[in-house]
């Protein structure tokens, strides 16, 4: 197990703002994550003098701490204090939206630019919170939101803006309601032989009966048993799987719409089309266009 820094990243569907860039006192990253397919899980690691707090807005996110699971979904917020090991599933999580704050617990009298007084009382709230995982009203997200927003906009005004969202919805962490433990998560390695099959991208033109065969279950007790480990139906994870490979031949190749419809295991690129507006809300030539300017810019 190691201690996990993560760097500076402004991609699409993940973006991380480090102490580096924004020089807030007592802040270190601050995380946007919504991405539009699974995500590999987080191998098991720490991060020194930090409590890293993630609030999911949508989905769904299995987190171990400490050989206890827990099940976060939207509105949820999740708590990791200094030194804990801490990671996500075994499996690939599904889509899901959070904000992610780490605060900076080596100076308890300079959290966030708060004066000294307002600075301990944060750091006595966050250090003796009873419950690491507690559910928070949907309208507050919106503090979260514009936190982020302003602080990534980079100069000095708009992030003394962001820091009194952030503090503010700090602050209110003592009134967040706890959620009921969860149950543990079985680790079902029929499952996981499927989910690797399909991560290799052996499964473009295998049915959902060969993959239940792969399982060793049943076709329906398959389905269900998929659905209840990844958070969606196997049809659906495969979909995403190749949306997720023609966005990257979107942005990085000058192929044509139709090619990319069939390299990325499409039957055709109206199909393609279809799909990729309806889960991204982009069309491919959409995609193709804003990619490339969030590039240059």
Not at 36 to 62: F, M, N, Q, W
Not at 99 to 122: M, P, T, W
Not at 146 to 173: A, C, H, P, R
Not at 271 to 283: A, I, P, R, V
Request: some cysteine.
């Amino acid at each position: 197990m190691e201690e996990i820094i993560d760097t500076w990243c402004w991609e699409d569907h993940n973006k991380v703002i480090t102490y580096d860039q924004h020089k807030i006192q007592g802040l270190k990253n601050i995380t946007f994550s919504n991405p539009s397919t699974a995500t590999p899980p987080s191998p098991e690691h720490y991060h020194s003098d930090i409590i890293e707090i993630h609030c999911l807005i949508k989905g769904k996110r299995v987190c171990h701490v400490n050989n206890e699971t827990y099940t976060v979904t939207g509105n949820e917020m999740f708590l990791t204090f200094p030194f804990e090991p801490h990671h996500t599933s075994r499996y690939h999580s599904s889509p899901y939206t959070f904000f992610g704050l780490q605060i900076d617990l080596k100076d308890q009298d300079h959290l966030l630019g708060l004066n000294v007084e307002y600075s301990r009382a944060l750091y006595k709230l966050l250090t003796s919170c009873e419950y690491r995982h507690l559910r928070f009203p949907a309208s507050d997200a919106q503090w979260l939101k514009q936190g982020f927003s302003y602080i990534s906009d980079g100069n000095e005004s708009s992030k003394m803006l962001g820091v009194q969202f952030f503090t503010s919805f700090l602050f209110k962490i003592q009134d967040f309601i706890p959620v009921k433990r969860d149950q543990k998560v079985i680790f079902d390695s029929n499952i996981k032989r499927v989910i690797d099959h399909i991560e290799k991208q052996d499964s473009e033109n295998t049915s959902l009966q060969e993959l239940a065969a792969i399982s060793g279950y049943s076709l329906s007790r398959f389905k269900s048993k998929f659905k209840e480990v990844v958070g969606f139906p196997p049809a659906s994870y495969i979909t995403l799987k190749k949306l997720e490979h023609a966005k990257q031949l979107l942005a990085h190749t000058d192929l044509s719409i139709t090619q990319i419809a069939l390299d990325a295991g499409f039957s055709s690129s109206n199909y393609f089309c279809t799909k990729m507006k309806n889960l991204t809300s982009y069309s491919p030539v959409e995609y193709r266009r804003a990619s490339r300017k969030n590039k240059v810019e």
